[in-house]
């Protein structure tokens, strides 16, 4: 079955711009969570969603948002793009959202976003 | 807090050698631990987690609960293992939540 899906893949935009990333999830996930990856912070998580509900959310400002569709999709928003927003944003899902031998998350290939 | 320590950016190695990549954690609770791997042009996939006591390209890791610890090692190092390694501890049991080392690059030269 087809992987986790990321659009756009790159992204250039300027400071003070929004900008939007999708995701769309194996089929069947219900549970899919977004992460920030930079060379000086790494991967630091940003929020996580189950059944169109937010379960969790990391230390971003407000700028940063995301929401999930009925069909397990998600969108995430970032508002007033700062410089220092630049980054990889990879998307992750699973089926449950929880421990067990039986949940594994996979990742997507991420969208490269560039603030110029 | 809820931290992955991975001391090592980089661990260069020759084919052959054996390879442990360090990762220490601080959690309180019971903690589950796993090992991404991110091959060079590749998505972040998982290497392997201590629930499953599986070994997976031949790498192993023990959940070492004294000391904190989650060391993946193998005791021969193949060129195709050259990747980047990150350590990650799940932040409660209900959740997808995850928690990453800043990530190991480890080099096997031939």
């Known amino acids: 079955k087809a992987g986790v899906t990321q659009t756009p893949r790159y992204l250039i935009k300027t400071r003070g711009q929004q900008v939007t990333l999708s995701c769309s999830p194996i089929?069947?996930?219900?549970?899919v969570s977004w992460y920030q990856q930079t060379p000086g912070q790494g991967l630091q998580f940003l929020f996580e969603?189950?059944?169109?509900?937010?379960?969790n959310k990391g230390n971003f400002p407000g700028r940063f948002s995301g929401r999930q569709f009925s069909n397990s999709r998600s969108e995430m928003n970032v508002s007033t793009l700062e410089l220092g927003d630049s980054a990889l944003y990879l998307c992750a899902s699973s089926w449950a959202g929880t421990s067990g031998v039986y949940n594994e998350q996979f990742f997507g290939p991420g969208t490269r976003l560039t603030v110029l | 807090a809820q931290r992955v320590t991975q001391p090592e950016k980089l661990l260069s190695v020759f084919k052959g050698a054996p390879v442990e990549l360090k990762c220490n954690y601080s959690y309180s609770g019971s903690p589950e631990l796993f090992w991404y791997v991110q091959y060079s042009r590749q998505r972040l996939q998982l290497l392997l987690r201590h629930i499953s006591r599986e070994s997976i390209k031949g790498f192993t890791a023990d959940l070492n609960k004294g000391e904190t610890s989650f060391h993946l090692k193998k005791p021969f190092a193949q060129e195709e293992d050259s990747a980047m390694y990150y350590c990650?501890?799940?932040?409660?049991?209900?959740?997808?939540?995850?928690?990453f080392g800043t990530g190991t690059r480890l080099q096997v030269f031939p």
């Open positions: 089929s069947g996930h219900r549970s």
């Open positions: 990650a501890l799940r932040a409660r049991y209900n959740t997808d939540k995850l928690i």
């Open positions: 969603y189950f059944s169109e509900t937010q379960r």
